[in-house]
C-alpha cells in the first residue's frame, strides 16, 4: 500500500509553453502533498505544500504565479510549469502524506523529469 | 534557518565493510527524523524514522540510525553492506508541529563486490 504515481514520468517541450505534472495517490486519500525540485546530483528542495481544497503554500523564492499547483482531490495535486524556460528543467518529485492513519509520513513519487528546450 | 548536513558526499566500500553516513541538523526544538534511500532509477523510499522513545532506530534492510540530541545527529550505520545498497541516501528533518521535510544533500554510496 501508500503507493503514489506522477505522470508524466518525463517531459521535453518547448520554451514558452506550459506543462502539466500530475500526482496520484493510488491507495490512500491525502489531505496535503508536497512539491520538490531536484537539481542533478544535489537535495530535494521543497517547492509547495498543496492542501486539498485551500490554496498552496510556496516557500520563499518559489514563484507561485509560475508554478501553479492545485489540488482537487483527496487523490490528486497538479503542478502547472507555466511559460517555462530552460532553467526550469529538472527533475520534480511530489509526495503524499496518508490521511488514515495519521502517522505523518510521506509517500514518495517516483518522478517527472522536466526538459524545457 | 534550519539546515541538515551529510557530511559525506560520495562513500565507496567493499562488500561487508561497515558503514555509518552522518547526519546534523541545526535546529534545537522537538524534531521527527528520516533516513531515505533513492536506489538507482527508483523513487525516495523510507528507511527508517525516529519520531520519539528509543533513540536506537532500525529500520529495514539492517540498516540502523542513532538519534543523540546532544550532538543534533542522526547518523545512519549498517554492520556490514551489500553491493544491492547501492544507492543515495538522504537524511530530512521535520521540525515538531511542522508539514515540511528539509533534506540533507544527499550521500551517494557505492560498494564493490
Known amino acids: 500500500g501508500a503507493v503514489v504515481s506522477q505522470h508524466p514520468s518525463w517531459v521535453i517541450c518547448k520554451s514558452g509553453t506550459s506543462v502539466k505534472i500530475e500526482c496520484r495517490s493510488l491507495d490512500f486519500q491525502a489531505t496535503t502533498m508536497f512539491w520538490y525540485r531536484q537539481f542533478p546530483k544535489q537535495s530535494l528542495m521543497l517547492m509547495a505544500t498543496?492542501?486539498?481544497?485551500?490554496?498552496?503554500?510556496?516557500e520563499q523564492g518559489v514563484e507561485k504565479d509560475k508554478f501553479l499547483i492545485n489540488h482537487a482531490s483527496l487523490t490528486l495535486s497538479t503542478l502547472t510549469v507555466t511559460s517555462a524556460h530552460p532553467e526550469d528543467s529538472s527533475f520534480y518529485i511530489c509526495?503524499?502524506?496518508?490521511?488514515?492513519?495519521?502517522?505523518?509520513?510521506?509517500?514518495f513519487g517516483p518522478g517527472t523529469r522536466l526538459t524545457v528546450l | 534557518a534550519q539546515s541538515v548536513s551529510q557530511h559525506n558526499h560520495h562513500v565507496i566500500l567493499s562488500e561487508a565493510a561497515s558503514l555509518e553516513l552522518g547526519c546534523n541538523y541545526s535546529?534545537?526544538?522537538?524534531?521527527?527524523l528520516f533516513w531515505y534511500v533513492q536506489y538507482p532509477g527508483q523513487h525516495l523510499q523510507l528507511l527508517l524514522k525516529y519520531f520519539s522513545g528509543d533513540p536506537l532506530v532500525k529500520g529495514i534492510k539492517g540498516f540502523e540510525a542513532e538519534f543523540i540530541k546532544s550532538k543534533f545527529s542522526f547518523n545512519l550505520r549498517k554492520p556490514s553492506v551489500q553491493w544491492s545498497d547501492t544507492a543515495e541516501y538522504f537524511c530530512a528533518v521535520r521540525r515538531g508541529g511542522y508539514n515540511k521535510l528539509i533534506f540533507g544533500a544527499g550521500t551517494r554510496l557505492a560498494v564493490h563486490p
Open positions: 498543496s492542501n486539498e481544497g485551500s490554496k498552496a503554500t510556496y
Open positions: 535546529y534545537g526544538g522537538t524534531v521527527n
Open positions: 509526495s503524499a502524506r496518508r490521511d488514515n492513519p495519521p502517522n505523518n509520513e510521506q509517500f
